[in-house]
């Protein structure tokens, strides 16, 4: 099993001019917790959008990496994100799914992961081009090279430790989340 | 198949107003009444049509158009309102623009009893949520309302929908 924030910390390690999704929770906590960055977009609320997000953000820029970094939870209320997002297959998409089988912000419920559902299958069977899982440290150095370097949709199931470490808490104010993002890709407020 | 005969063009004026706009990113779950706007918009080169498992994707995908420095349209029918409803938070709290373009059901000689409930409550339910809404019923009215909800949106920072009313749309052949 991974530890999640250092598993964030090295897929956000050298990001470059990486552009940054965060789905609710543990992810937006383990971000800011890598560091926080212009380039991330936190989101505290819209449970089930983080990939839909990432994929209008990937096709407005195809000239730049969108990794989108969520958890089992929020995947699982946006799974048919996936069978959109492989429609498009933007080259330039990654979805980083942190998988830990529960609710961990509101108190380790189990999730379906927990149970029969897998979500890396469940990527591969909507047609997300490379479907990758880690659980170890080697596995997630491979996985987050592919997602820096591949040139197809990819979608990684990263299976960490059931923790609910220390919060970090980044900016939530989301007028303020969306200028910031977009003055550090030069555009208008 | 619906049928407006003697404006039948105004699906092509919506999307003239679309790109004149510069919408390049139109998310929809297809509905009869947006077939040939949809049509228009998967032939256009400079439009990333997006096909999505449900409505409240296309609120997400607005999002991160925006973020990304595009615009884009959402088009659904009126149940699919109903499914955008938490998305719409998203919304509303980073102030997105977001132009939804909303085929309705469930008024205008509806046979299908099932479309009536959220037909019925999709204006209250937009409202609700923070979205402005506009309503066409003739077609020549059309292209100036969206034209006007799309201004309104990304000029605004605000959410529109024009309910293209099943009146203009014409009723379901059963």
Redesign the interface.
């Known amino acids: 099993m991974l530890d999640r924030r250092a598993a964030v910390k090295l897929l956000l390690a050298d990001r470059g001019d990486l552009?940054v999704?965060c789905g609710l929770g543990a992810p937006t906590y383990d971000a800011a917790a890598a560091g926080d960055d212009d380039r991330n977009?936190y989101?505290w609320?819209?449970?089930?959008?983080?990939?839909?997000?990432?994929?209008?953000?990937?096709?407005?820029?195809p000239d730049?990496r969108v990794l989108v970094i969520t958890g089992d939870g929020e995947m699982l209320m946006?799974m048919?994100?996936l069978?959109?997002v492989a429609?498009?297959r933007p080259a330039n998409l990654a979805i980083a799914v942190l998988d830990n089988g529960v609710y961990g912000e509101t108190g380790l419920q189990p999730s379906h992961t927990s149970g029969a559902t897998d979500l890396a299958a469940v990527a591969r069977g909507c047609g997300i081009p490379v479907t990758l899982e880690a659980a170890d440290d080697q596995a997630l150095a491979t996985v987050a090279r592919i997602i820096h370097e591949s040139r197809e949709t990819v979608f990684a199931r990263l299976r960490i430790a059931a923790d609910d470490p220390p919060r970090v808490l980044p900016l939530r104010d989301?007028?303020a989340?969306?200028l910031r993002?977009?003055r550090a890709?030069g555009?208008e407020p | 198949m619906s049928a407006a005969p003697d404006h039948a063009d105004w699906p092509d004026q919506i999307f003239a107003v679309l790109k004149r706009g510069g919408v390049?990113?139109v998310g929809y779950v297809p509905d009869a009444g947006h077939s040939r706007l949809i049509e228009r918009c998967r032939a256009d080169g400079d439009i990333?049509d997006?096909?999505?498992?449900?409505e409240?994707?296309?609120?997400?995908?607005?999002?991160?158009?925006?973020?990304?420095?595009?615009r884009?349209a959402l088009l659904m029918q009126s149940s699919g309102v109903g499914n955008c409803v938490?998305?719409l938070?998203?919304t509303q709290?980073?102030?997105?623009p977001l132009l939804m373009l909303v085929t309705m059901r469930g008024e205008w000689g509806e046979f299908n009893p099932w479309q009536v409930p959220m037909g019925q409550a999709t204006k209250s339910v937009l409202e609700l949520c923070g979205v402005l809404v506009y309503r066409v019923e003739r077609p020549d009215d059309a292209a100036e309302t969206v034209e006007a909800a799309l201004d309104i949106a990304f000029n605004g920072d605000r959410a529109a929908a024009v309910l293209l009313t099943q009146r203009l749309i014409g009723r379901k052949r059963w």
């Open positions: 552009l999704v977009f989101l609320g819209a449970m089930g959008g983080a990939v839909m997000v990432g994929l209008g953000l990937a096709l407005a820029r730049r946006g048919g994100s069978a959109t429609m498009k989301g007028v989340l969306k993002f977009r890709l555009l | 390049r990113q990333a997006v096909v999505l498992t449900t409240e994707e296309g609120v997400a995908l607005a999002a991160g158009a925006w973020l990304g420095g595009a884009a938490n998305m938070s998203l709290n980073c102030r997105f």
